[in-house]
């Protein structure tokens, strides 16, 4: 029988022992290495700069991963905060170390560069910016604080040549560079559009910018640089574009927004839209230049009738029963005009059983300063047949819209209206 070597193979299995022990030692202490490193990374990351508690938090996340370059980063951006030549200072070392420990991460240098533009050291300042251009060419943030810098320096050709970059693929800096080129060029929208960049997605947005500020024309004239598919791709622009242009009263220019937004599309200016009602009412939300109706009190309603006409195949109905209020703003349309023309507004009513100490009659407002230009002669009470109105007045100098809209003489604040009125055929002409 053959005999086995027990010291030996007892040896063995020690040292097998040790191995798998320091095996083990070795991966708790790579593991707490590990999570020490992702721990200060993470502690860097989470902390603001203005957190009153970041100079602590900084020391620690350089304590547990100091050759992390994100913990070298909050700790310069501490000192950088604090605005003093010795705290600069320190932040540039800092930031210096921080792109030796990683040279290829455009961001590091774009913070060296701001740190070494504090100290007045601006060809470094330049270097480290166009550094991280090239590390990123394509991104806009490099181009954006690059062209910044190149502004502070008075070097504005180079600086806009930057900016307009940015402008090509971002909407936030887009949107920055158009604020910016906006208020140094004095609001001069020649002198903004030479620095943007010449792309229909770049287009939309200043229609939207130029909209946004009341600049009517320019939003418009922008917008119908963009060809059919282009202006397709953009429908929330132009629903923006023609409310804002509305409300703001630039009304003709609002008239050619909502018709390409297709809301509209047979409303002109100097005309009464759906003057006869032939094609009804509809909601006043889907209409900007068309008949509204508030149908905001029980005690009043309107609404197309083919059983009474003066003309065509409809007429609107007003039904009162027993309205109070004071005030009769219920249906009303604005009209794109000319400043200074002198025009004739007639339209025909009929009423049946119509009572009030204040009857219903048509004004005419001035759309830009809500100044009333003209009224009509009150609506006859009781019951009549289809009586005509006309109203001559000239659009003040001022006014390129106006509101034609159904009020009623004032007669207290408890002063019922009953009955019914309806409407038909209004006409607006030009008077030569």
């Known amino acids: 029988m053959p005999e086995f070597d027990l010291r030996s193979d007892s040896a063995s299995t020690s040292k097998a022992k040790i191995i798998l022990i320091a095996a083990v030692i070795f991966a708790l202490v790579f593991g707490w290495v590990a999570v020490r490193r992702q721990l200060g990374g993470m502690i860097a990351e989470l902390t603001p700069v203005n ?13 547990m991963a100091p050759s992390d370059p994100i913990t070298l980063w909050l700790a310069a951006n501490v000192q950088h905060n604090i605005f003093s030549p010795e705290s600069t200072n320190a932040a540039i070392k800092m930031y210096e170390d921080t792109v030796r420990l990683s040279p290829n991460d455009f961001r590091w240098w774009i913070e060296l560069g701001r740190a070494y533009e504090q100290a007045e050291m601006n060809e470094k300042a330049e270097a480290s910016l166009r550094k991280a251009i090239s590390l990123a060419p394509a991104y806009t943030f490099p181009r954006w ?26 909407q936030t800096y887009r949107e920055q560079v158009f604020s910016l080129a906006w208020e140094y060029f004095g609001k001069d929208p020649v002198k903004l559009e ?28 922008m917008w119908n640089k963009l060809d059919d598919a282009a202006k397709a791709e953009h429908p929330q622009f132009i629903s923006v574009i ?53 149908r905001n009190d029980p005690k009043f309603d309107a609404s197309s009738d083919t059983s009474v006409k003066h003309g065509g195949g409809r007429s609107l109905k007003l039904s009162f029963r027993t309205f109070k209020k ?45 100044k009333i230009i003209t009224n009509s002669a009150v609506f006859a009470a009781g019951t009549n047949d289809w009586q005509q ?44």
């Open 51 to 63: 957190d009153p508690n970041a100079t602590a938090a900084a020391d620690l996340a350089r304590s």
């Open 145 to 170: 604080q690059f062209g910044n810098f190149l502004l502070r320096q008075g070097r504005t050709d180079e600086a806009f040549a930057e900016l307009k970059v940015a402008t090509e693929n971002n």
């Open 194 to 221: 030479q620095v943007i960049a010449d792309k229909p997605d770049v287009y939309a947005s200043l229609a939207l910018f130029y909209g946004a500020r009341g600049q009517a024309a320019d939003s418009l004239r």
């Open 242 to 294: 023609a409310q804002g242009l509305y409300e703001k009263r630039h009304f003709p220019e609002a008239l050619e927004f909502a018709k390409q937004l297709g809301m509209d599309t047979d409303a002109l200016p100097d005309t009464v839209t759906n003057g006869g009602f032939e094609r009804g009412v509809g909601d006043e939300k889907d209409t900007r230049f068309g008949w509204k109706i508030f």
């Open 326 to 370: 004071s005030e009769l703003y219920n249906v009303w349309q604005t009209v794109v005009v000319e400043p200074g023309r002198a025009y004739k507004l007639s339209f025909w009513v009929r009423t049946e059983n119509l009572k009030s100490g204040g009857g219903p009659q048509i004004q005419i407002v001035n759309g830009n300063d809500d």
């Open 389 to 432: 109105f006309t109203l001559d007045f000239t659009a003040p100098d001022n006014c390129n819209g106006v509101t034609i809209r159904t009020v009623r003489a004032y007669c207290g604040d408890d002063c019922p209206i009953t009955g019914t009125l309806w409407y038909d055929d209004f006409e607006l002409k030009k008077i030569n």
